[in-house]
């Protein structure tokens, strides 16, 4: 392990050190050697993160598919100081070092003058489902920390079971495509808008597709002096059963399709970050992905139009969300020639 | 602050080492009978009287995972609960000793539901008896607090570093006023010294991790890492011993692993933990003046669980009985019971041992009771304990 790593950056906004992602691969914080599967979109996001941002850092990590395979007793890919403490509690324990850096700066104990930043990173299952209490306990303690979920839309670490993250009519392995019931009948739970809910100085959903929004939101998310939440879409080629290498191009579709809005809430304001100039069919999206193979055939129409109908509902609400709370700059009315 | 007689609860007491201590971090959730202990101390935050960053988390869940993570960033980090507070931490229980986290807890102690009940028991601290914590039982009020104190230099010595909890039983202890002498803040601190973490996670030039998984089939280090912890409590037992006298030394009240109490020559001993310990030690006052041979072990450390030093206290007696303040669930008599019974085995002339289980969700513990089961085991010891070796103290039929 380095003593230092050196993560200078360009700072500027919406660019990433794409030299270090390139060139400098022996200071990447996380470390080859790993066992993320191919393609999975978990290291392509922490890829960024750590390319956007030149913070030192402690990293606590809820169990799941980064956890289990960034370190294996007496090996670790991580090269920043990082804690696994258990599923649900990954907030609760950065709250804990957070205080203990607050106690310890106080009473003259932390020699360290830069700031050091403590990142919490947990995916769907450790942030929508068993850890959203510690999440919002932790989130209206106000305590300084960002919060990135890697949205892979299932439990992928134990296997491809559904959670609160997957969309409708997915085929997981606890909600299987059979002949009676075509896959998940629910609809995805919408974690960031309840993180907005909170109040707190920066809620962002993103996508690593558009990597210089993402890096641009990482940025204020580390920046915003307070608790910040981050949710990105995280493809997971195993359970989505994609293509290892069409990745990106997939996410990209979420985007395109309005299906995963890109935006921000920062300080109560929504502001919706991009806005497809044509918005795609959903079909587009749950083309190419094995777990909406079912859904896509014939006699199964009625599962599209609803797909389609929710995903423009909760789109034209956040439009709305946007207008309402001034994220659109409205246009100055054009002054009458005297 | 020069030492001081004050008019205290236990709670009070605990919160009072807090203020003494200034830990860095303190993260609790309420629970009856462990709340005044987060009230006492949340005023001392309040009034500058602590540099602590107190968390009040959402759940207890919460509270020890916010205290693991404190304790691995680098702080000298604290909590208290109670009952099912203990039962919702048990998994990050063993989570802070398997990363050896020198974090203390005060557990003011309660039954378990259901029924629902808020009075005292052990049951809670048995629930957490194989969770790799050391666990320290406290009689009284003093003992609550000078426990603690104790408790933060055995987690932190470099030969145990282990989380260590310190009971008061709940109700009794935790809301009833006693004097207690409070030392000098100085001599505290000075007793307790700078909290020197091992591997922080602050120290970001020199990044760790903290647990990481261990699965590699055949090449994975879970084993190892356990039987480390065993050595752990084996070094413990000494350290207790030794930080016991130490404290005794320096402000003139010594502890050790047990009390024993008039054992000298006795022919028959109870047995118990805790606060009701004080109760027994009046029967016995009593037995003693009516001429009957009885004493008590009161044991302080039920883990590390001292078995040669009980072994060799208890070996001459003709009749032990075992008081537990938990049910036996099944087993063949409640965790205390067990343990002594275990610690007497292989003895030639073993001696006569049963077991009373009293005091469960509050039930009161009166002499009178401990005077029938002195008489019970007199009884025993002549005609032999028979099939069943656990009768219940002040239970209605």
């Given at each position: ?23 400098e ?14 393609g ?95 999440l ?6 106000g ?12 439990y ?29 009948q ?19 959903q ?12 990482i ?5 915003c ?70 859904v ?39 002054k009458?020639?005297? | ?16 080492a ?27 935050v309040?009034d ?6 107190m ?9 020890m ?6 304790a ?15 039962a ?35 049951s ?8 790799g ?13 000078d ?61 760790v ?78 037995l ?21 030093a ?13 008081c ?8 063949s ?50 005609t ?14």
């Open positions: 392990m380095p003593a230092t790593i050196d993560r200078t950056s360009d700072k500027k906004e919406g660019t990433l050190n794409l030299r270090k992602i390139a060139f691969q022996d200071k990447e914080v996380i470390a080859p050697g790993h066992k993320l599967c191919p999975c979109g978990i290291t392509v996001i922490m890829r960024q993160l750590f390319a956007a941002v030149d913070y030192p850092m402690i990293v606590a990590n809820a169990t799941g598919c980064l956890e289990v395979c960034s370190g294996n007793l007496p090996y670790t890919s991580w090269r920043v100081p990082w804690i696994h403490n258990a599923f649900e509690n990954c907030s609760a324990t950065a709250s804990g070092v957070d205080a203990a850096m607050k106690a310890m700066r106080r009473k003259g104990k932390l020699l360290e003058e830069r700031p050091i930043k403590v990142l919490a990173i947990g995916g769907d299952g450790g942030t929508y489902d068993i850890g959203l209490q510690a919002s306990g932790a989130m209206e303690r305590h300084e920390l960002v919060y990135l979920c890697f949205d892979n839309q299932g992928m670490n134990t296997g491809g079971q559904r959670s609160s993250s997957t969309p409708f009519g997915s085929s997981t392995k606890t909600t299987p495509a059979g002949k009676k019931i075509p896959g998940k629910q609809e995805r739970k919408d974690l960031t808008l309840i993180m907005a809910a909170h109040h707190i100085p920066y809620t962002a993103a996508s690593p597709s558009r990597w210089p929004d993402l890096a641009k939101k940025r204020k998310a580390f920046d002096g307070g608790p910040a939440f981050l949710n990105c879409l995280s493809v997971c080629p195993t359970d989505w059963k994609t293509d290892v290498q069409q990745g990106l191009n997939i996410t990209q579709t979420a985007v395109d399709t309005c299906y995963w809005p890109l935006y921000e809430v920062e300080r109560g304001v929504v502001r919706v970050t991009y806005k497809p100039k044509l918005k795609k069919p959903v079909t587009d999206w749950l083309a190419n992905q094995g777990r909406f193979k079912h896509l055939k014939k006699g199964n129409e009625w599962m599209v139009e609803k797909i389609q109908a929710e995903v423009d509902r909760r789109w034209n609400m956040l439009l709305a969300l946007e207008a309402a709370t001034g994220g659109v700059e409205e246009k100055k009315p054009v009458a020639e005297a | 602050m020069t030492q001081q007689t004050l008019f205290l609860t236990g709670n009070e007491a605990i919160a009072e807090w203020r003494q201590i200034n830990p860095d971090v303190v993260a609790a959730y309420p629970i009856t009978p462990s709340t005044t202990i987060m009230e006492s101390f949340t005023q001392s309040a500058g009287l602590v540099d602590t960053e968390i009040c988390v959402e759940s207890e869940h919460s509270a995972s916010a205290c693991v993570g404190a691995a960033a680098g702080g000298r980090v604290m909590t208290a609960t109670s009952a099912n507070g203990l919702l931490m048990v998994e990050v229980l063993y989570i802070a000793s398997g990363m050896r986290l020198p974090i203390t807890l005060a557990l003011a102690t309660r039954a378990l539901s259901a029924p629902l009940n808020i009075h005292g028991d052990h809670d601290a048995m629930l957490m008896r194989d969770a914590w050391i666990i320290l039982f406290s009689e009284g009020v003093q003992e609550a607090y426990n603690f104190l104790q408790a933060v230099r055995i987690a932190e010595h470099p030969d145990v570093r282990l989380p260590v909890a310190v009971t008061l039983d709940g109700m009794q202890t935790t809301h009833q006023l006693e004097n207690l002498i409070s030392e000098d803040d100085e001599a505290v601190r000075d007793f307790i010294g700078e909290f020197k973490p091992y591997y922080p996670l602050v120290d970001v030039d020199n990044p991790t903290y647990g990481a998984c261990s699965v590699s089939f055949g090449e994975d280090f879970y084993f190892e890492s356990k039987r480390q912890q065993e050595e752990a409590f084996k070094q413990a037992l000494p350290v207790i011993e030794a930080i016991g006298k130490e404290y005794g030394n320096r402000f003139g009240r010594s502890y050790e692993l047990y009390e024993a109490y008039q054992l000298q020559g006795a022919e028959y001993a109870l047995v118990m933990m805790g606060a009701n310990a004080g109760t027994a030690k009046d029967v016995v006052d009593e003693r003046a009516e001429g009957k041979k009885v004493g008590l072990l009161k044991l302080r450390s039920f883990r590390p669980f001292p078995f040669a009980v072994t060799e206290v208890l070996k001459g007696l003709r009749g032990i009985a075992v537990d303040r938990a049910a036996p669930r099944g087993s008599g409640g965790p205390l019971f067990q343990e002594i019974r275990s610690a007497l085995y292989g003895l030639d002339q073993a001696p006569t041992i049963i077991n009373f289980i009293y005091g469960l969700g509050g039930r009161q513990l009166m002499p009178e009771h401990l005077r029938g089961a002195i008489e019970k085991l007199q009884v025993a010891t002549m032999g304990p028979g099939d069943d070796l656990v009768g219940y103290l002040n239970l209605r039929n």
